[in-house]
């Protein structure tokens, strides 16, 4: 319990003095309900009651557990910054190098009345090699670049490998990576102009350029494969004003569902460190890992779409929760796959245990 205290320790408890729950508990609770598929504040009192021994073991909870009401006071009271501060701190214990993927995705359920069009829009940060959420900002009137923007600035990307979609191929956000010590690996589309143009012409002309080719893999009834070149461009980006553009590269990628001619897809790719063209097509296929190992499995396993929290910072602190819960089960040992632990922490209290241990 002290490790536990010392690490929600920074948060400010927003409610009156006379409160009778204690906010580290609280908190406790619900990231161990989550651990173990709770997915809203009145399953986090279900769980609570029908863990009560177990979390005894740990937790004073001198007044029993929780009602769920108090659940979604605290958390649409709580600074969603400051919560999200530990999620940073815990997954920055796990480094930060190689690929980082940065990518929008909306709290579909999170929306005002009358605006179901409208629903929070979350930035969320992702490092491929631990498998872990690095940090999340809210995109404030679904501005994904701004939100970007904000939590690049709070990250250390030293060593790292920054990807983005074409949205974030901007010279603010490319300078942002570089800032921060990163490099960076962003699609280009020709929304960018003359800059895209210029990138298209260089590759078209390229006569040696670093080559390679993926095996044909076959999945979900479908086939695919992919080839890259690259070529390097010291300072091609000065005369268009975006920074420390080293090299450019090319992807051309064939799929084809069974029974099906292939189609044909070329991406173009701006990145500020020069990359063999093996090494792209490792980096971009990496960048996926934020939609199948995080945003499917906040979907799927943690049903984020479906809350309808939306009131003042619930949807913001619960999305928190959940990446912490993500975290803490990749940093578990035992099965492989998420939602298996998620089933092992629901039976199993020694495993409950043992995840919540490895919360720093």
Known sequence: MRKLRRIFRPLKD???????????????????????????????EFFGQGRLELLRQFLELEHGIPSHDTFSNVFRALDPQGLEAVLRKFSKSF?????????????????ARGRKATPLHMVNVWAAGTRMALAQRTATNRNEVAGALEVLALLDLNGALVTADALHCRPDTAQAIRDRKGHYVLAIKSNRGRLFKAVKALLDAARKPSQASQRSTKAHGRSERRQAIVVAAPRFGQP?????IAAVGRIDSWRADIGRSAKHKVRYF????????????????AHWGIENNLHWVLDVLFAEDACRSRKDHAAENLAVIRKLAINVLQ???????ISHKMLQARWNNDFLLSALAHMR
């Open 95 to 111: 480094g930060t190098k190689g690929v980082v993927s940065i990518d929008g995705k909306a709290l579909r359920g999170a929306f």
């Open 270 to 285: 701006l990145t500020s460190r020069p990359l063999l063209a093996k090494k792209l097509l490792e980096v971009v296929r």
């Open 331 to 337: 940093a578990t040992p035992g099965p492989l796959r």
């Open 14 to 44: 927003p409610r009156a003095n006379n409160t009778r729950h204690d906010l580290v508990e609280i908190l406790v609770i619900a990231l161990a309900a989550t651990l173990a598929g709770g997915k809203t504040c009145t399953e986090f």
């Open 240 to 244: 268009y004003g975006f920074p420390d």
